[in-house]
């Protein structure tokens, strides 16, 4: 079935950059998405890439998106504390309902 | 515009003890989405609602069981709650472009 795998933690020094990877196994994934999880609430989401595209900038954040290996990054140009979160990773095939998540990786920024 | 709500936001109940957690969305979305997370494990769906009048299983539906009243409200009913059971649960509702919606969870323990 299919799988998001991402590395669990990162932590960085504030002002520096943050890159968060994924890697998925469905080749029929359509979207692809990052959500974003502060502590004691819900996932929001961050942005999101259509399948055919490879990049997409949004302000600080810059989403790559590499389909021959199944890979896609989330990079947040000068991170501060408040991008402390959890960051989640999910994709989901064409016709489907049902995202499939990683399991989340925990962004610690430090001063 | 209130986006999804969940009541209560903080539960204990006693093992063999019942209760259900509810859910609406004022976005007028047609899928809807019952969730678990627990540390380590990311987020696992229990059920889903792909429109008004349907349900379906998800990944772990075992001991749960649910209600899609109207296209507001989809419901969770645990019969009889366990201490495995004790976790954070989200309800969801998806957009056309399957971004997903998050209320900011039920805090549930089962002593």
């Known amino acids: 079935g299919e799988d998001v795998e991402q590395s669990l933690f990162l932590s960085v020094r504030e002002g520096d950059s943050s890159v968060i990877n994924c890697t998925y196994t469905d080749s029929s994934s359509t979207y692809l998405y990052w959500y974003k999880q502060e502590p004691g609430a819900g996932l929001q989401l961050l942005t999101y890439?259509?399948?055919?595209?490879d990049m997409k900038q949004d302000q600080r954040l810059t989403v790559l998106l590499n389909k021959k290996d199944k890979h896609l990054s989330l990079r947040i140009a000068d991170t501060q504390t408040g991008d402390s979160a959890i960051y989640f990773c999910a994709e989901i095939a064409g016709g489907s309902y049902i995202p499939t998540f990683g399991r989340g990786t925990s962004l610690i920024v430090h001063p | 515009n209130a986006g999804v709500t969940q009541t209560p936001k903080f539960q204990v109940l006693k093992t063999g003890q019942s209760m259900t957690l509810q859910c609406a969305q004022d976005m007028n979305h047609n899928s809807m989405y019952w969730y678990r997370q627990d540390p380590g494990m990311g987020l696992r769906l229990i059920y889903y609602s792909a429109s008004e009048g349907t349900t379906d299983k998800g990944e772990v539906p075992n001991g749960y069981n649910v209600s899609r009243l109207n296209k507001r409200e989809f419901s969770l009913r645990l019969e009889s709650a366990a201490p495995s059971q004790t976790s954070v649960y989200f309800c969801?509702?998806?957009?056309?472009?399957?971004?997903?919606?998050f209320g900011p969870g039920t805090r549930l323990t089962v002593l």
């Open positions: 890439i259509f399948s055919n595209m």
């Open positions: 969801a509702s998806s957009a056309l472009n399957n971004e997903q919606f």
